[in-house]
């Protein structure tokens, strides 16, 4: 059966970089299948998209963001990464690692797995 | 970017009773819409997906219906667990959005 676990700090300093880590176990072939997604709730919150990657390396990001997202992929390990710069008390928020189906014309479309979340605090 | 917006913000609802959850969405989303649970301390778990098809592992009891921008996720017969957050979530056009959330209580 397929996990998801995110993995990193817990707490970061503003201004600094956020940088997270999802490890897939029990994904087999399908690694290559979907899209890998990272997604964040503020605590008692609604949830907020914040990009996916591929297995080629190609990446997509919520425009809230701008430029402060980088996203790396590891095929061989099975794991990929969130690096968010510059960050504020807002960016304070439960982050998830999910497995985004690919539709048609290589459309993103619903999150099927979910990691169990890994709760990043920004203060100093 | 589309506006996923969820009605009510609370629910209460008894066991047993059937609970009805609204999301309209600020354009057309076609189909493109799935449906959440979340329960306290834990990930969201997709229920539904293509406005209308349970995900692998839900129960009957869960339906979804609409399209363009109204959607209803309809709980047949409400058991203990099923009191959580339910998020809708379109992926009609990118950036995927999600709803603020509804909570169903007791």
């Known amino acids: 059966q397929m996990q998801l676990q995110e993995s990193g700090p817990g707490l970061v300093k503003p201004s600094e970089t956020l940088s997270l880590t999802c490890t897939v176990s029990g994904a087999s072939g399908s690694f290559r299948s979907y899209y890998w997604s990272w997604i964040r709730q503020p605590p008692g919150k609604g949830l907020e998209w914040i990009g996916y990657?591929?297995?080629?390396?190609?990446?997509m990001n919520n425009p809230s963001l701008k430029s402060r997202v980088t996203m790396s992929i590891d095929t061989s390990k099975n794991q990929f990464s969130l690096k968010l710069s510059f960050v504020t008390a807002a960016d304070t928020a439960i982050y998830y690692c999910?497995?985004?189906?690919?539709?048609?014309?290589?459309?993103?479309?619903?999150?099927?797995?979910w990691g169990q979340g890994t709760l990043v605090t920004v203060s100093s | 970017e589309i506006v996923m917006t969820q009605s009510p913000a609370t629910l209460s609802v008894s066991p047993g009773e059937r609970a009805t959850l609204s999301c309209r969405a600020s354009q057309s989303v076609s189909a493109n819409l799935a449906w959440y649970q979340q329960k306290p301390g834990q990930a969201p778990r997709l229920l539904i997906y293509g406005a209308s098809t349970r995900a692998t592992g839900i129960p009957g009891g869960f339906s979804g219906s609409g399209s363009g921008t109204e959607f209803t996720l309809t709980i047949s017969s409400l058991q203990s667990e099923d009191f959580a957050v339910y998020y809708c979530q379109q992926y009609n056009k990118w950036p995927s959005t999600f709803g603020q959330g509804t909570k169903l209580e007791i």
């Open positions: 999910a497995r985004q189906t690919v539709g048609a014309y290589g459309s993103n479309l619903f999150f099927d797995s």
């Open positions: 990657i591929y297995h080629s390396g190609s990446t």
